[in-house]
DNA sequence: CCATTCTAGTCAGGGCCCTTGTCTAGAGAA
DNA sequence: TTCTCTAGACAAGGGCCCTGACTAGAATGG
């Protein structure tokens, strides 16, 4: 019988799902919500208890819906986990603890001081993530991590490319997490992150982030594309019309218009929120330049803008691709409020949902 | 029974599957093949048989691998059907008719004497694919289609976009093949077609086409990506590195150089290989601004360079691109007869045996 | 030349998973 | 107290597949 009790897990799948979003459910409510019989649904959930998977919560259906024989209350165990939303930032990091419904149930916040020194950000995030854990007291299943960094898709470590803020420094966060994860640990940039947020929008869009550093997420087919490396969206060097019409490297533009930090490779975003009309004239040219070739590489229904300088500047950007002969619509960002950690809840729920689905 | 018989037809499918690889099989070798059981297979066979999707073919095994009972060899049926992979250039266009083990059944060829008008194409694709299917004696499942300009991804028609050659003229190769493709008509662009045929080198990566037209495809996690209308690759309007180390637009550059065609949008490939080192080293500089970009926007693991000028100046665009923070590998493109049809035939025959396979 | 050997295909019995239909338990309504 | 109504359990049955035994039929080999 080789794919016979394919049928079973399937059940059990469905009865998984089915209390992932109604949170609670008797025998009889499962069979009428996925549609099988209730000796099936009988079935399933004692099996799914047996594992530890689900488990009668106590309640009762008595007091709720008129007469007949009260029913037994069902729910996800607290054994199925949680997943670790992680964001690590040059401020500090954030962990959380996402249940299965994506509420979180627990929440530690660390600073650090020294930034660029990756030993500062491991001892913070596995400080945060012991307090997180300690306080929703169950275990996790895995962790998506979000890092202000180039992050190497192969092995999840932040690298430093030339010309780039390298703001967080050497570090490894899966083999930081992995003793905590409990499962796989799943790194990714703020910027992409950020894109996952806002996907709902298009199958197909390009998220422009603009702010200290130079950032840019590619949505592909309804995906974030992360590309062989993991470096797609890395935009510093991309060529582009600079002051003078000459054809300059986008992170170079911000030099000549003397609006990099003394000593660094970031943007100063004050500078140039401050600068005059030719200053954000310059800027929305090359800045058009790189939509162009968004443009052309990515074919996006829209462009997204954010960062803390970005929208600041759409109208400049606008004026600057007016001229193009193709053209995309251009926006700013719809989430404000912590864009990158709504991605990474998301992505953390989706896949913790996946893990317990999945699961033998 | 919601999904009892998901089992039965998972049989089938493996019991088709099977056939698609080996061709002919006997229900006992089916059964050893698949690892089913003897009599399932046979049932398997006579539900197949009644659905006219497989046939006794008449063969025995006798004569073949020593005693025991005859055994009848099975195959599918010709009812199956063919996919018909179709290419259009300005040339011409090529109909061939694929059967289900990827054999070209039929082929046929028309030429087009007034490129640039639509309605000659038409004419042209419905002939020839009659033709191939009369020829074939199968009927027609589905059309995958390869057209020498633009595609809109929606609508599947021919897009003129300015600046870049409109080789074909308006033509809805959907419209003209429908009646005679049986099923759905694909429709993309020659450069994505050429890079689906070498797609097995890497996941992650681009195809440089240089030709009289500039393109490039995307592959993305090992598919080739679109875009939101379907103009992914369309790089006539990148911003690279002009003549003097002014910003321009990429198709610019020939024109600046004198390599354009007169009164055309084309670029005159024999004058542009006949040009001196200085015009080789700007035109390598002007592709490696391009290359910049691609690595930006897709991170490919490597670059394929194709068209019928792109690999011979290959070494003026690794010359261009050595100085580059970041470098990706270049290479010429590994087919060189017929990579369009490759791509063309290698979907049609996968989108036949999914349509087969899913069928009901 | 005939018994042996070996294989393709069929048949019978049984297990698994689900379904329908019936029955029991138990709370609210009359 | 009796009726009504629902959650859940139990029994019977059907679909699909498997194992094991059986039949048919050709090549081998003494």
Redesign the pocket.
Known sequence: ??S??L??SL?DEHVLRALMHHRRL????LAAEIG?????A??SVRRLADRGLVADTGER???GR???????YYSLAPAVGVALATVIAPEGVVVECLDVYGDTVARAIRRINRPTHGSQAAAALTAAAAEALASAGQPARLAVVSAADPVDRATGRLVHLPDSPFLLGELDPVAVLAPQAGGPVIVDNDVNWAAHAERDAARDFAYLFLGEGLGCAVVSDGEVRRGHSGLTGEIAHVLTLGPGGRAVRFIEVFGELGLRRDGSTAIDVERLLGGDAATRAAIGQAVGGVVAAVVAFADPLEIVVGGSWGPALIDSIRAATARMPRRAAIRPARLTSEPVLAGVRAEALSRLRSAITAKD
């Open positions: 019988m080789p016979q009790e049928v079973r059940t008797t025998r009889a409510e099988i019989s209730k000796p099936t009988g079935e259906t008595t007091g008129g007469r007949g024989r009260v029913g037994s």
